[in-house]
């Protein structure tokens, strides 16, 4: 019996037919299905925050990334770096709107964050992914990614969707190889968006050896090279352009950790968002941070590799956030600027791995603690996702009107555009000639 039968035996031994009937029998949904799925996900998502796209405006980096591409021309902002790294997926959405009237540029942008967020859940339901778990387990797990809690910094915006990419970069590294010509032009060019859009096919790159060690799949190893390519191009980059902010004091410790991911990233994925890190006792972080660790390694001893190494990058992807958090000029330490914000781009990955240990625990954990425990997990998670249902809409900084003012002054004007979350944010247009 091959390794990938083994693990898949494993995996599914125990689930019970009674309740999951023919379904999880099967390896993935059809076609017709996925599409489906791709579209109910994606109006999923829309409920949550209408506003985004009833009253668009740009957030944060969405500013620069047009304004560059306005201002410098489009070929030229995409060669150029931000946080030590490219955004192509970003810069390539922005220019896509240089022909649009400035009040209609944000609504584009936001289609883009949605679709890249809806991505994951068809490629999970598909076959490909049959080594993950059985298919009842990946449909509740992606329908819990759908309505993931404590997730606000992530929801939609085009700034941070990357990190939707870098979910679907695991789920295609450590899936089955496409059987079509179409499925590879499809992986070959979202492995290399990827690749060009963040640091994150870096993780991936020695992830990807160790399946291809065990799977000895020949397509991964073409994985590997577009990984590679793309991790190439942005490591020159990074050189070329180093960042301040890995200077910066990180003011570390204990205490500091169990709060920021006992209390934010576990708690607040269970509960809904709030700064539980700094305003519940320590003690509670710690009983979560425990508890949610021990559901975690139950679950890694008995998944399949594929979940193992996507468990491993999660962690990676925890460990490298904080690291380095990116945040505009400060000289302040960085760990305890992260405790006040709830929904952190940062939690969502520990999360992911959270939610997927108390689905799979409470479905298929044979130590009767384990899944109560996962049992009671998921109970507290339907609170979280009721309390999170809704994604609070971005505060009006009047961008409707500085579009306005901008559409109406004359070629060679220099306005500036006040950009949510306001502040120090800001987007500098130079009112180019009509063509």
Known sequence: MS??????????????????????KRDGLAMRWLVLSFVVASVAIFSRDPSLFTH???????GRWYAQAYNLGWLHSLTLPDAGYLHTQQRLAAGLTLGLPLRWV???????????????????LSSRCRNWATLPLRLAFAAVYVAIPNAAEVHVVLTNSQWHLAFV??????????TTWSGRIFDTGILLLGA?????ALLLIPLVCVFWWFRRQRWSLVVLGLLTAGTLVQLSIVLQHPRQRFLQPLGATPALFVRLVGGNAF????????????????LWSLTALVLGLTLISYCFRYVSLEVRLFFVYCGAMLAGGLRTPAFESTNLQLWPLLLPI???????????????AVL??????????????????????????WKDRRVRPLVDVGFRQSAAAFEAAPPGTHVTIPIYPGGNWKMDLVKRPAR
């Open 342 to 356: 709830p929904g952190q781009r940062y939690w969502l990955f520990p999360s992911l791995v959270l939610l997927f």
């Open 360 to 385: 799979w625990c409470a479905a298929f954990a044979q130590a009767r603690v384990i899944r109560f425990l996962g049992l009671g997990f998921a109970l507290l998670l339907c609170v979280g996702i």
């Open 169 to 178: 970069l695991a789920l295609l590294a450590f899936a089955a190889a496409p």
């Open 196 to 200: 060009l859009s963040g640091p994150f």
């Open 3 to 24: 390794g990938a039968e083994t693990l898949d035996h494993t995996a599914t031994r125990s689930a019970p037919s009674s309740v999951f009937g023919d379904l999880s």
């Open 106 to 124: 944000p609504l584009p942008m936001m289609v883009v964050g949605l679709l890249m967020q809806s991505l994951p859940v068809p490629i999970l």
């Open 56 to 62: 668009p405006q740009f957030y944060a980096e969405d």
């Open 267 to 282: 708690i607040g994925t269970l509960l809904g968002s709030h700064w539980y890190g700094m305003k519940v006792p320590l």
